[in-house]
């Protein structure tokens, strides 16, 4: 049988570059991008074999980009979760954030919180937003919240996560070979594949190709077949 790629996870890089080369505000390849990522939630929620979508939308280290900039997502992240809330219920996509959330402004959390209880019964996918999120910062959380209940196991250590399942395929956009910060833990046995493609620029059609070659590719997780 061939893999089947229940948990998609993206970086979604380029959005800069992208609008920069037509002489725009980088800003606007945010807005293009947030498009993108209506697009790539809907192609994965018609199809059945993926359960789980994964986007690093805000890092934990986005925080030092320009004050104009990190205010422009701030304010691009609400209106995108107000606009979709109905896209998300009429397509049965639940919706689920991960990340430190208690730096967002109170109106954000309240949208955050809004969307996630209204689409709390939604079963066609889950489509997860990483926000405030980086891969160190959850595991010390997590490594945290454990410490009271004795010596920690990769079990115990992987329940205490804000996402506790493992990346099946990892897909980067914009030209660059790093994980930065994203999904650590959780993509020790995915499979990485990479694109130059900007992220404004990202389609079903190259998913579907990606999709299509991960499942060519032999999944050994540290056996032999
Ligand atoms: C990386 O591109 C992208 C981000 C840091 C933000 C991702 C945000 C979006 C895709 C749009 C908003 C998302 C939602 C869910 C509404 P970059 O700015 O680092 O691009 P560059 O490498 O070309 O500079």
């Known amino acids: 049988m061939s ?3 229940r948990h998609i996870a993206i970086i979604m890089d380029g959005n800069g570059r992208w609008a920069e080369a037509q002489g725009k505000n980088r800003t606007y390849g945010h807005e293009k991008g947030a498009e993108i990522v209506r ?3 809907t192609y994965c929620g018609e199809h059945s074999e993926i359960d789980r979508l994964t986007l690093y939308a805000f890092s934990t280290e986005n925080w030092k980009r320009p004050k104009l900039e990190v205010e422009f997502l701030m304010k691009l992240l609400e209106k995108y979760l107000k606009s ?5 219920l009429d397509n049965n996509i639940r919706f689920e954030p991960i990340g430190d959330l208690s730096i967002f402004s109170k ?9 996630q209880k209204a689409t709390e019964g939604c079963n066609a996918l889950t489509q997860c937003l990483a926000l405030n999120y ?16 004795g010596a920690i196991t990769v079990e115990s250590l992987t ?15 914009g030209g660059d070979h790093r994980l930065s910060n994203f999904m650590m833990w959780q993509a020790a046995y995915a499979e990485l594949f990479f694109t130059k ?12 190709s990606i999709i299509k ?7 050994r997780f540290g056996g032999l077949n």
Do not use: M
């Open 107 to 115: 109106s954000l959390r309240n949208v955050i919180d809004d969307v």
């Open 159 to 173: 329940n205490a996560l804000d996402c506790t399942h493992d990346v099946d395929l990892l897909i980067r956009t």
């Open 213 to 219: 070659k991960f499942k060519t590719v032999e999944r």
């Open 84 to 88: 979709e809330r109905s896209t998300y």
């Open 197 to 208: 493609t900007l992220w404004p620029e990202f389609s079903a059609d190259e998913l579907e």
């Open 134 to 149: 980086g891969g160190r910062d959850e595991i010390v959380r997590a490594v945290n919240a454990s410490r009271e209940n």
């Open 39 to 41: 697009s790539i939630t």
């Open 3 to 5: 893999n089947q790629p």
